[in-house]
């Protein structure tokens, strides 16, 4: 609150001042010039000293008034996969879960010999697909007639073994319906089949002893699928089965290359010959 003028203290103050001028020998301003020069300014009345002071009538808070602001980026939305159809296996044959599909090259010929003697251990029925001897051969060859024992519901799992367990797993995966894992610790045996749902075990004789690759098929077969959030993820791997050949640049999706032919080049970039891609499978 604004303190009151006392109008006879600022008379007093003005006699002084006039007289200190006037003591000085200056010459005192005249009222009339600065009346006529400077707006004369009214001053508020003031109430007698006795009134009651009034409280002031609350005055409404000004609004700020600030700057609009952004709204917050929403996350774009996420795209939702919805999974094809995989293409199903045939149903299993009578049997089909205690038998497993067992295959091997010449580099792993040894070590299938040794797991074949584990499975009859533990009771299985053991649908082997060879090689039979320790001559040169192609491990393609051995990888697809496992995955096809599971694709025809021969066996419900298979185990497929080379020198380094690599290029059979490529091999396998090639084929509807099958998921192979390689394999090398225990620990990888426990995922692949508890996460990922693998049905073809492969093993690389040159990578693993005898010893060690019998433990790892044993927790490999004793352990089940989990299920639950990994279930959505096995379906998208499924359903990746014959997605053929990648979509053309700048498109969301491609018609389907013919057999035999190679995708369509990117911008300045020679065409692949077919021949080519076909040596490179």
């Known amino acids: 609150m604004a303190t009151p003028i006392d109008r006879s203290r600022v008379r007093e103050l003005v006699q002084q001042v006039l007289g200190d001028l006037q003591a000085a020998g200056a010459t005192p301003p005249d009222p009339t010039a600065a009346s006529s020069a400077v707006p004369a300014v009214a001053l508020p009345d003031v109430p007698p000293a006795h009134a009651t002071a009034q409280p002031a009538a609350a005055q409404p808070a000004p609004q700020t008034h600030s700057a609009a602001q952004p709204a917050a980026a929403q996350p774009a939305p996420q795209a939702h996969f919805t999974p094809a159809p995989a293409p199903a296996l045939a149903p299993p044959r009578p049997g089909a879960d205690r038998r497993i599909a ?3 090259d010449h580099g792993g010929y040894l070590l299938k010999e040794s797991l074949k003697e584990l499975l009859q251990e533990l009771h299985y029925e053991v649908y082997d697909v060879g ?18 024992a599971l694709q025809e519901g021969r066996c419900r799992l298979g185990i497929m073994i080379d020198g380094a367990g690599i290029g059979s797993a490529m091999a396998l995966n090639k084929l509807a319906g099958i ?3 390689t394999v090398h610790s225990e620990a990888t045996a426990r995922n692949s089949r508890e996460h990922n749902d693998a049905n073809v075990l492969v093993l690389g004789a040159g990578q693993i002893h005898a010893g060690h690759a019998r433990r790892v ?4 077969l004793a352990t089940e699928h989990a299920g639950g959030r990994h279930a959505k993820r096995v379906d998208k791997i499924n359903a990746l089965d014959g997605q053929g050949a990648p979509p053309a640049r700048g498109t969301a999706s491609a018609a389907a290359a ?3 032919t190679a995708p369509a080049p990117a911008s300045g970039t020679p ?5 080519a891609l076909a040596r490179n499978r």
């Not at 098929?217 to 490999?220: E, G, L, M, Y």
């Not at 065409?271 to 021949?275: D, K, M, N």
């Open 102 to 104: 067992l295959g091997s």
């Open 131 to 148: 090689t039979h001897s320790t001559a040169a051969c192609d491990y393609p060859d051995f990888a697809i007639k496992v995955g096809r």
């Open 179 to 181: 998921r192979a894992a």
């Open 217 to 220: 098929t044993r927790i490999w």
């Open 258 to 260: 013919a057999p035999g």
């Open 271 to 275: 065409p692949a010959p077919a021949a």
